[in-house]
């Protein structure tokens, strides 16, 4: 059964840069079916995606937060990784890395996709 | 930008029927899913594709998605239910979350 750990510092100071890392196991980060994923969650708050990666490198992220994100992958280490700068507290959050299973629809031919593992996240705190 | 409509909490007895509704924009022309999340845990998905259920998830917990709205449906609720729930749908690549549901079961 494929696990998600996602692990990095529980504390940013404003301004700096948050960095977080993935680490997917018993499963390849570079089989053909999954992309990856970031999501996160403030406290008390709703879920936000993040963005995902696929294997070859492609990303796509959420328009609210692209200026500020950039998400990479190391096939070699089986991991993915985050960055988002310019942290304020708004960015405080518990953050979770998840596997994005994608699946071809033939009657619509298109691609569907759905976060079907997730990590247990990790707690990150923007505070000087 | 899209968004998904959820209502805040739904209360159920035991062994009844709790139906979560998520409002979108012609959401029954895209599909839909869910995730559940218990306190303190991260979220599980429990329907992909309007009404698939991954494997390990009890035949109680269904789905539709038709029109303006998606609904998971949960037959003979548990006390083990109990959780907050998100729908889920993609806009031009993007992820969308609707706010959540918490479900209560008294």
């Known amino acids: 059964q494929v696990q998600l750990q996602e692990s990095g510092p529980g504390l940013v100071k404003p301004s700096q840069t948050l960095s977080l890392t993935c680490t997917v196991a018993d499963d390849s980060i570079s089989s053909p079916d999954y992309y990856w994923s970031w999501i996160r969650q403030p406290p008390g708050k709703g879920l936000e995606w993040i963005g995902y990666i696929y294997s070859s490198g492609s990303t796509y992220y959420n328009p609210s937060l692209k200026s500020r994100v950039t998400i990479s992958i190391d096939t070699s280490k089986n991991q993915f990784s985050l960055k988002l700068s310019s942290v304020t507290a708004a960015d405080t959050a518990v953050y979770y890395c998840?596997?994005?299973?994608?699946?071809?629809?033939?009657?619509?031919?298109?691609?569907?996709?759905?976060?079907?593992?997730w990590g247990k996240g990790t707690t990150v705190t923007v505070s000087s | 930008s899209y968004e998904l409509t959820q209502p805040p909490s739904v209360s159920v007895s035991p062994g009844q029927t709790a139906s979560i509704p998520c409002s979108g924009d012609?959401?029954?022309?895209?599909?839909a899913c869910w995730y559940q999340q218990k306190s303190g845990q991260s979220p599980v998905l429990v329907i992909y594709q309007d009404y698939k259920r991954p494997s390990g998830i009890p035949e109680r917990f269904s789905g539709s998605n038709s029109g303006n709205t998606a609904t998971l449906t949960i037959s003979g609720t548990q006390a083990m239910d109990e959780a907050d729930y998100y729908c889920q749908a993609w806009d031009t690549s993007t992820a969308v979350f609707g706010g959540g549901t918490k479900l209560t079961v008294l």
């Open positions: 998840a596997r994005v299973h994608s699946i071809w629809i033939p009657q619509n031919l298109e691609y569907y996709y759905y976060m079907d593992v």
């Open positions: 012609k959401l029954g022309d895209k599909y």
